[in-house]
Nanobody, 127 residues
Framework: QVQLVESGGGSVPPGGSLRLSCEAS????????MAWFRQAPGKEREGVAI???????YYAESVKGRFVISKDSAENTLYLQMSSLKPEDTAVYYC?????????????????????WGQGTQVTVSS
Protein backbone atom coordinates (compact mmCIF):
# COMPACT_ATOMS: atom_id res chain seq x y z
CA GLN A 1 0.00 0.00 0.00
CA VAL A 2 1.04 3.58 -0.59
CA GLN A 3 2.51 5.32 2.43
CA LEU A 4 4.11 8.70 2.97
CA VAL A 5 5.92 9.47 6.22
CA GLU A 6 7.15 12.99 6.95
CA SER A 7 9.88 13.88 9.40
CA GLY A 8 12.20 16.76 10.21
CA GLY A 9 9.78 19.27 11.65
CA GLY A 10 10.55 21.21 14.78
CA SER A 11 10.85 24.62 16.36
CA VAL A 12 13.37 27.17 15.07
CA PRO A 13 13.95 30.92 15.46
CA PRO A 14 13.27 33.32 12.58
CA GLY A 15 16.01 33.07 10.00
CA GLY A 16 16.68 29.45 10.83
CA SER A 17 16.63 26.39 8.60
CA LEU A 18 15.00 22.98 8.56
CA ARG A 19 14.97 20.08 6.15
CA LEU A 20 11.81 18.04 5.88
CA SER A 21 11.84 14.49 4.57
CA CYS A 22 9.05 12.37 3.13
CA GLU A 23 9.80 8.68 2.84
CA ALA A 24 7.59 6.95 0.30
CA SER A 25 6.70 3.28 0.08
CA UNK A 26 4.42 1.33 -2.22
CA UNK A 27 5.34 3.43 -5.26
CA UNK A 28 8.30 5.19 -6.85
CA UNK A 29 8.58 8.94 -6.40
CA UNK A 30 10.20 9.23 -9.83
CA UNK A 31 6.90 8.38 -11.54
CA UNK A 32 4.63 10.57 -9.41
CA UNK A 33 3.89 14.21 -8.95
CA MET A 34 5.17 15.04 -5.46
CA ALA A 35 4.31 18.08 -3.41
CA TRP A 36 4.61 19.82 -0.08
CA PHE A 37 1.56 21.52 1.35
CA ARG A 38 1.11 23.34 4.63
CA GLN A 39 -1.81 24.27 6.82
CA ALA A 40 -1.93 26.75 9.67
CA PRO A 41 -4.80 26.79 12.20
CA GLY A 42 -7.91 28.34 10.70
CA LYS A 43 -6.41 28.46 7.22
CA GLU A 44 -6.87 26.40 4.10
CA ARG A 45 -4.23 23.88 3.16
CA GLU A 46 -1.97 25.50 0.58
CA GLY A 47 0.60 24.23 -1.85
CA VAL A 48 4.18 25.20 -1.07
CA ALA A 49 6.40 23.39 -3.56
CA ILE A 50 5.79 20.89 -6.35
CA UNK A 51 7.98 18.55 -8.35
CA UNK A 52 5.96 16.97 -11.12
CA UNK A 53 6.47 13.59 -12.77
CA UNK A 54 8.25 15.34 -15.66
CA UNK A 55 10.58 16.99 -13.09
CA UNK A 56 9.04 20.42 -13.48
CA UNK A 57 9.38 22.39 -10.24
CA TYR A 58 7.03 25.06 -8.96
CA TYR A 59 7.08 27.18 -5.81
CA ALA A 60 4.55 29.36 -4.10
CA GLU A 61 5.59 33.00 -4.36
CA SER A 62 5.77 33.24 -0.58
CA VAL A 63 8.61 30.70 -0.39
CA LYS A 64 10.43 31.25 -3.67
CA GLY A 65 14.13 31.76 -3.10
CA ARG A 66 13.95 30.32 0.43
CA PHE A 67 12.72 26.75 -0.04
CA VAL A 68 14.11 24.02 -2.29
CA ILE A 69 12.20 20.87 -3.20
CA SER A 70 14.12 17.80 -4.31
CA LYS A 71 13.85 14.05 -4.47
CA ASP A 72 16.23 11.14 -4.17
CA SER A 73 14.93 8.35 -6.37
CA ALA A 74 17.39 5.81 -4.95
CA GLU A 75 16.10 6.49 -1.44
CA ASN A 76 12.54 7.02 -2.67
CA THR A 77 12.39 10.16 -0.57
CA LEU A 78 11.14 13.71 -1.13
CA TYR A 79 12.80 16.64 0.63
CA LEU A 80 12.04 20.25 1.40
CA GLN A 81 15.01 22.36 2.42
CA MET A 82 13.74 25.48 4.16
CA SER A 83 15.93 28.46 4.95
CA SER A 84 15.40 32.05 6.10
CA LEU A 85 12.32 30.84 7.91
CA LYS A 86 9.69 33.35 8.95
CA PRO A 87 6.96 33.18 11.60
CA GLU A 88 4.41 33.03 8.77
CA ASP A 89 5.92 29.69 7.74
CA THR A 90 4.56 28.14 10.93
CA ALA A 91 2.20 25.32 9.95
CA VAL A 92 1.78 21.59 9.70
CA TYR A 93 3.61 20.50 6.56
CA TYR A 94 2.24 17.61 4.53
CA CYS A 95 3.77 15.47 1.82
CA UNK A 96 1.43 14.61 -1.06
CA UNK A 97 1.63 12.41 -4.15
CA UNK A 98 -0.40 11.60 -7.25
CA UNK A 99 0.27 9.29 -10.21
CA UNK A 100 -1.41 11.47 -12.86
CA UNK A 101 0.58 12.67 -15.88
CA UNK A 102 1.92 16.24 -15.84
CA UNK A 103 -0.83 18.80 -15.36
CA UNK A 104 -1.26 22.56 -15.24
CA UNK A 105 0.71 24.43 -12.60
CA UNK A 106 -2.38 26.08 -11.18
CA UNK A 107 -4.04 22.73 -10.58
CA UNK A 108 -0.99 21.24 -8.86
CA UNK A 109 -1.29 23.85 -6.12
CA UNK A 110 -4.77 22.56 -5.31
CA UNK A 111 -4.95 19.87 -2.62
CA UNK A 112 -7.58 18.03 -4.67
CA UNK A 113 -4.91 17.15 -7.23
CA UNK A 114 -3.39 14.60 -4.83
CA UNK A 115 -4.73 11.25 -3.73
CA UNK A 116 -2.03 10.28 -1.23
CA TRP A 117 -1.03 12.21 1.88
CA GLY A 118 1.31 11.86 4.80
CA GLN A 119 0.40 12.50 8.41
CA GLY A 120 2.07 15.90 8.57
CA THR A 121 4.94 17.34 10.58
CA GLN A 122 4.80 20.51 12.65
CA VAL A 123 7.06 23.45 11.82
CA THR A 124 7.11 26.31 14.30
CA VAL A 125 9.09 29.50 13.68
CA SER A 126 9.25 31.79 16.69
CA SER A 127 11.68 33.62 18.91
Amino acid sequence: QVQLVESGGGSVPPGGSLRLSCEASGFSVSGYCMAWFRQAPGKEREGVAIIDSDDSIYYAESVKGRFVISKDSAENTLYLQMSSLKPEDTAVYYCAADPAPPRSEWWLFNRLAYNHWGQGTQVTVSS
